[in-house]
């Protein structure tokens, strides 16, 4: 047998151990304040911040990237789905299996990402002042190419009718994304992407950016 065999196996016959773990250690946690909690407005924290299903999603990889999960939206509220999830499972691991998680999932989750639409940058230029002034024809197809790219992450959010169902913050401005597995807007990842916005002459599109900054302070 390979090692690589042997560390599946292995990995497979753990499952439910790590999930009685898991099960010893909630009420524990539950206790600690984490990144959202009891206070965030909006209730869905026991779903998408901590919490037992958040817990047993990952620890069974339901979802090939974890951040997936927690960016669907839900279809019923969050209270609903704890109840249903408690009646189905429980919380004895033997109850689990990856496929039963799958097909709650389906029922109760969303597709990620129907939140948010695509948008129009109406100040976008082909050629902005600042990149019409590089020199070097390599660092100039560069940027040219990187201006391009703002038409293609520019996204805004679409009325979301029950933000208890979403872990998702509403801003009323379009705005930027990274892209890739990214569909909501960083503190971090904005500074860059602001910087770049301003070398192609973007301000509007800045001034949304900053907006919705503001927006998520107050909130």
Same mark, same amino acid.
């Given at each position: ?6 560390? /599946?196996? #292995? $990995? ?7 999930? =009685?773990?898991?099960?010893? *250690?909630? @009420? ?20 998408y ?30 209270? /609903?789905? #704890? $109840? ?7 919380k =004895?691991?033997?109850?689990? *299996?990856? @496929? ?28 902005p ?34 933000? =208890? ?5 509403e801003?009323?401005?379009p ?45």
């Amino acid at each position: 047998m390979t090692t690589l065999i042997k560390v /599946v196996l #292995l $990995s497979q016959s753990s499952l439910p151990k790590l999930a =009685k773990v898991i099960e010893s *250690t909630q @009420k524990a946690k539950e206790k600690k304040n984490g990144v959202c909690d009891e206070t965030d407005k909006t209730g869905n924290w026991y779903i998408y911040c901590t919490g037992f299903i958040l817990e047993v999603m990952n620890l069974y990889q339901v979802e090939v990237d974890s951040k997936t999960f927690v960016d669907r939206p839900l279809k019923a509220n969050p209270e /609903v789905i #704890l $109840s249903e999830f408690m009646k189905e499972f429980g919380k =004895k691991s033997v109850n689990f *299996t990856k @496929k039963k998680l799958i097909n709650f999932r389906k029922r109760f989750f969303g597709e990620p990402g129907t939140e948010l639409t695509s948008c129009f940058i109406p100040d976008w230029k082909e050629l902005p002042p600042k990149i019409a002034q590089i020199k070097d024809k390599d660092l100039k197809s560069f940027a040219l190419f990187l201006n391009r790219r703002w038409k293609d992450l520019c996204r805004q959010i679409i009325k979301i009718k029950n933000p =208890k169902r979403n872990s998702l913050i509403e801003v009323p401005h379009p705005f930027i994304v990274p892209g890739g597995r990214f569909r909501e807007f960083y503190y971090w990842d904005a500074y860059w992407i602001v910087k770049g916005l301003i070398a192609s002459d973007l301000f509007m599109m800045v001034k949304n950016m900053l907006k919705n900054f503001i927006y998520c302070v107050k909130k």
